[in-house]
């Protein structure tokens, strides 16, 4: 079967630096994207990683081990509004989206 | 900019009541869909549409239906709204079934059945 898992719930402190693991089982693997969701609010996207390696934009980073079915989102310089749910989705040989249930980030100052 | 519309953030329906969620891009994209997402349970695909009136289930596709005769829009059906029909609707639009196929997504509908 399909299955993604990822931390249900991670505390951090603002300017720190933070690390969001998942892990991933999927029919074929196609790449792996990771979403912002703020509570409320529809998710948006952060980042995609199709090749092994690290994917670098701004404060957020993305790796991605293909062989080890491992995904993990950085998370630098911590600020209240990264407060929010992240979604690993990786995406199967279908092309579909399979949605891990998020890791709620809770920001304290 | 890219953008997907849904036609209610927030909805309250009884039991039975037949409900339309109504989502709308703008972006010419041909791959459409059609989630819920319940606390601790992710988002959890009801069904998608990769053209015009073709449409394929999802995970969860019982209690529901879609259509889509135009190509931007996307609509979901609840033929005899359930109490457990209570969730968060999020709609999603695609380029297509290629790499980086990045997901857009709508503001979502708060949809509560009592």
């Known amino acids: 079967g399909q299955n993604i898992d990822q931390p249900t719930e991670m505390t951090a402190t603002e300017g720190a630096i933070v690390q969001i693991n998942c892990t991933y089982q999927t029919s074929g693997f196609n790449g792996l994207f990771w979403y912002q969701q703020h509570a409320g609010e529809a998710p948006t996207f952060l980042s995609y990683n199709v090749l092994d390696g690290l994917e670098e934009k701004g404060r957020f980073s993305s790796f991605l081990s293909r062989s080890k079915g491992y995904s993990y989102l950085l998370l630098k310089e911590l600020q209240m509004k990264d407060s929010a749910s992240y979604l690993c989705a990786p995406m199967d040989s279908n092309y579909q989206l399979i949605w891990g249930a998020g890791t709620k980030l809770i920001i304290k100052p | 900019d890219v953008k997907v519309t849904q036609s209610s953030r927030y909805l309250v329906k009884r039991t039975g009541e037949k409900v339309f969620l109504e989502c709308v891009q703008d972006m010419d994209h041909e791959n459409m869909f059609w989630y819920r997402q319940d606390p601790g349970l992710g988002l959890r695909l009801i069904y998608f549409s990769y053209d015009v009136k073709m449409k394929e289930k999802g995970d969860i596709p019982e209690g529901y239906s879609v259509s889509r005769e135009k190509k931007e829009r996307f609509s979901l059906i609840l033929e005899s709204a359930s109490t457990n029909q209570t969730s968060m609707y999020l709609c999603?639009?695609?380029?297509?079934?290629?790499?980086?196929?990045?997901?857009?997504f709508g503001p979502g509908t708060r949809l509560t059945v009592l």
């Open positions: 999603a639009s695609s380029p297509g079934t290629t790499d980086h196929n990045e997901q857009f």
